[in-house]
C-alpha cells in the first residue's frame, strides 16, 4: 500500500524510530499516547459530569474526551458540554454558577427587602413612603429563566390631604342693621405624601365678610399635586333680634326703615286723608324685643256740621281732604243725577284721592246739604254757596284741594275718569300715588 511504500522510504532516509511508530498510530486510527492524561480533570461544584472518551471510562482526560455538564437547580453553566481540545484545555469554561436576574429599579417614593438580592428564588418585597400607595405586585422572585415574576410597581399618591375646618359660633346682627361681620382664619391642609398642596378652595363667603340673616354652608377644599382632594364643611349663623311684625293700621300708612322688624329699626306711621292719628307717630324696636310708644289706629274725621261759617266747616279739612262740591237747583236736575251716578261706581278711587263730596240740592230756604250721611243746616249751606261763589238755579261742581284751593270748576258733567285724571296732576297727589304704592293701597276705579 502507499503507507508501506511511504515507511520503507523512511527507513532508508534513517528516520528516528518514534517517528514511524506515530505513523503506525495514526495508520490504525489511534490517538497518540493514548494512555497520558491530557486535559486536567473536571471537578463542578454545585452540579455533576458525565463524560465520554474515544477508547472508554479507562482513559479518562484525553484529547477528544467530551463531557456533559449538568448543574444543580439555581445554577447554570456557560456549556452544557465540553471537549478536551489538543490544547490542553477544555473547550469551554464549565464552572456551575448562580443564577441571577438583572438588579431592580428602586421604584420612586418607595423600594424594596430582598431576601437573597437577585439571586435565584430570591424573593423581593416592595414597599411605599407613608401617604403612598403599591400598584403593582407586591413581591417578585427571580426565576430559572433570570427574569423577575414581577415588574416593579408604582407608588401612587392615592391619599386625600386633610383640613380642618374653623369653628364658627353663632353671631347677632348689631342694632339697626340685619347683617354680621363674620371672621376666621383659614385653615390650612396637611398632606400625608410629599406635604405639597397646589391649591385651597373656599365655597363661600370669604372671611371677614357681611353676612344676611341666615344658616350659611361653607366648605374648604384642598388639592395635592396628584389631584386627591380633601373637604371639610362648616356653618356661618347670623341671628337678628326682631320684634313682633307691626301693620299699618287701617286708612293709614306705616313706613319702617332698616327691616321693618329688627332690633334698631323705626316706624313712622299717618293717616290718610279725613283720619287722625291717635297713639304713637314713631315706634322703635327695642333690644328687649318690644317696640316702644303705644298702639297706633287711624280714627275718622270728626266733621262738626255745628259750626256757624262755611270757613269753618272748611277749615276742617284743611291738609287732610279734597272737596268736591256738586251743587243742583233740585233733585230732579239730569245733570245731578247723571252725577252722583257716576260717582256710586267710583267711590273706591275718591277714597284713595281723599274726597269728600259734599251735595248741595235745592234753594234756600229749602236746599238741602250732605256729607254722606250727614246733613248740614241750611244756612250753613247757603253760606257755603256764597262763599264758594255757586249758583243755586244751575248744576255746577267745585274741585278744591287740601290746601282751600279752587282748582277746578264744571259746568256739566264730567266721568270719574276725567275728575281722577286731574286730580292726579296735583303735586300733593304724586306724593301720594308713591306712599300708596308702597302700601300696597289700589284699586280698580
Not at 490517538?31 to 458525565?50: E, L, M, N, R, Y
Not at 337678628?240 to 323705626?266: H, I, Q
Not at 287740601?402 to 300733593?428: H, N, S, V, W
Amino acid at each position: 500500500t502507499g503507507i508501506s511504500l511511504l515507511i520503507q522510504l523512511l527507513r532508508m532516509n534513517f528516520i528516528e524510530p518514534f517517528v514511524v511508530n506515530l505513523i503506525h498510530v495514526r495508520a490504525a486510527n489511534l490517538p497518540p499516547f493514548v494512555g497520558t492524561p491530557w486535559c486536567a480533570p473536571i471537578k463542578v461544584k454545585h452540579g455533576d459530569v458525565s463524560c465520554r472518551t474515544p477508547r472508554g471510562e479507562h482513559y479518562r482526560n484525553v484529547m477528544g474526551t467530551r463531557c456533559k455538564i449538568r448543574c444543580k437547580q439555581g445554577y447554570e453553566s456557560q456549556s452544557s458540554e465540553v471537549v478536551c481540545m489538543a490544547s490542553k484545555h477544555w473547550s469551554s469554561n464549565y464552572a456551575c454558577r448562580e443564577i441571577r436576574c438583572p438588579k431592580l429599579n428602586m421604584p420612586a417614593n418607595g423600594g424594596y427587602k430582598c431576601s437573597d438580592g437577585s439571586y435565584f428564588n430570591s424573593r423581593c418585597e416592595f414597599f411605599c413612603s407613608p401617604g403612598f400607595t403599591l400598584k403593582g405586585q407586591k413581591t417578585a422572585t427571580c426565576q430559572h429563566s433570570k427574569q423577575w415574576s414581577a415588574g416593579v410597581p408604582t407608588c401612587v399618591d392615592m391619599d386625600p390631604p386633610k383640613i380642618k375646618c374653623p369653628n364658627v359660633k353663632d353671631k347677632w346682627a348689631e342694632p339697626g342693621k340685619v347683617t354680621a361681620r363674620v371672621t376666621w382664619d383659614t385653615p390650612e391642609g396637611v398632606d400625608t405624601a410629599d406635604g405639597i398642596l397646589t391649591d385651597v378652595i373656599l365655597k363661600g363667603k370669604a372671611p371677614k365678610s357681611d353676612f344676611p340673616e341666615g344658616l350659611h354652608k361653607m366648605s374648604y377644599t384642598v388639592f395635592d399635586r396628584a389631584g386627591n382632594k380633601g373637604s371639610c364643611r362648616f356653618t356661618v349663623r347670623v341671628r337678628v333680634r326682631r320684634c313682633s311684625e307691626l301693620f299699618p293700621p287701617d286708612n293709614g300708612y306705616m313706613k319702617c326703615d332698616s327691616d321693618r322688624d329688627n332690633y334698631g329699626a323705626t316706624c313712622n306711621f299717618k293717616c290718610t286723608g279725613g283720619y287722625e292719628l291717635q297713639g304713637s307717630a314713631a315706634r322703635v324696636c327695642q333690644y328687649g324685643l318690644t317696640w316702644s310708644g303705644a298702639d297706633t289706629n287711624c280714627a275718622p274725621m270728626n266733621i262738626n256740621v255745628g259750626v256757624r261759617t262755611a270757613a269753618a266747616l272748611l277749615d276742617q279739612f284743611y291738609e287732610k281732604r279734597r272737596l268736591l262740591i256738586i251743587s243742583a237747583p233740585t233733585a230732579a236736575n239730569h245733570n245731578y243725577r247723571f252725577q252722583m251716578t257716576n260717582l256710586q261706581h267710583a267711590q273706591c278711587g275718591l277714597d284713595l284721592r281723599h274726597v269728600t263730596v259734599i251735595e248741595l240740592v235745592g234753594t234756600y230756604p229749602a236746599q238741602i246739604g250732605r256729607i254722606r250721611h250727614t246733613l248740614l243746616p241750611p244756612l250753613l249751606s247757603l253760606q257755603l254757596r256764597l262763599l264758594l261763589q255757586i249758583p243755586q238755579r244751575s248744576f255746577q261742581m267745585v274741585l278744591v284741594d287740601k290746601q282751600g284751593t279752587d282748582k277746578q270748576r264744571y259746568p256739566f258733567p264730567i266721568t270719574a275718569a276725567e275728575l281722577f285724571t286731574t286730580i292726579d296732576t296735583f303735586p300733593l297727589r304724586k306724593d301720594e300715588m308713591v306712599l300708596q304704592q308702597e302700601a300696597g293701597q289700589t284699586c280698580q276705579s
